[in-house]
């Protein structure tokens, strides 16, 4: 069930969907008559590629949900546990440790570090599944953090959790009532707020990894179509496409009369 949610979310992302689109235009311009409908398909799909990866659109649309939560800041209020939730890694011994993690796996680990800091009694929980490695992306993190002067001892690892959904209810049987700081990505925060509080417990945010700003003032950058807008898009479809799987997985879960 997980690899099919997977596999699904991925064709049906922007840019496999809107080049799936643009074949099916060329196939429709090669194969048949219908040369009007084909330009029509094609042309739908060269302007969605521009349009996602064009910034007044890809950060107007993502700004918003990233800035729902502000940046953590200390408070009296004691923090017991700081967990970090996972993302993505890769294996290569030619790299250094901080290279195998993702982009947005190193910025998640940083601020949880950094929160840990400011409260040193505190266990950094650390999460993540294998992703078909030898080893898991919790120890791969877990190795980062102690190259970085974390202490072993201060680490938990929870090592089979697949989503966000496995990661919240792992983590309510460590933390139980306890104090909880939840990193993760801003875009991705409040999907998994959503989740820990499903599971019983009451997080506070710190996100990071804000990819989407408003304040650009070269317009070579603001108006040229960039690579970096399109996975802005794509993060926010990513998203919008998860809060559509929560609503439709837990009216699935209600009880029937």
């Known amino acids: 069930m997980f690899e099919l949610k997977k596999l699904i979310s991925t064709l049906i992302m922007p840019l496999p969907a809107l080049l799936l689109l643009g074949l099916f235009g060329l196939c429709l311009l090669w194969f048949s008559q219908r040369k009007r ?20 659109v890809a950060s107007g649309l ?15 209020k004691p923090v017991d546990f700081v967990m970090v939730l996972g993302n993505s890694h890769v ?29 040193p009694t505190s266990k950094l929980i650390l999460s993540g599944y294998d ?23 201060s680490i938990l690892l929870l090592e089979t959790a697949k989503d966000t959904w496995e990661e919240a209810y792992q983590a309510a049987s460590v933390v139980g009532s306890s104090n909880l700081v939840l990193v ?42 960039r690579a970096q807008y399109l996975e802005q898009f794509e993060r926010y479809w990513h998203e919008r496409l998860g809060q559509a799987w929560q609503r439709l997985r837990d009216f699935i879960a209600q009880p029937t009369d």
């Open 62 to 76: 993502l700004r918003p949900l990233e800035r729902q939560y502000t940046a953590f800041l200390p408070t009296e």
């Open 184 to 225: 993760t990505s801003a875009a991705h925060m409040d999907r998994a707020v959503y989740e820990f509080q499903s599971a019983g417990l009451d997080p506070i945010p710190a996100p990071t990894n804000f990819m989407a700003q408003k304040q650009i003032k070269q317009p070579w950058i603001k108006y040229g179509p």
């Open 131 to 153: 992703h078909g490695y030898e080893v898991s992306h919790a120890r791969m993190l877990a190795r980062v953090a102690m190259a970085l002067g974390v202490n072993k001892n």
């Open 37 to 56: 409908l084909a330009s029509f398909v094609i042309f739908v799909a060269f302007a969605g590629i521009f349009l996602t990866s064009f910034q007044p």
């Open 91 to 119: 294996v290569d011994d030619a790299i250094p440790p901080t290279s195998e993690l993702s982009r947005a796996a190193l910025m998640r680990l940083a601020e949880g570090i950094r929160i840990h800091r400011m409260y």
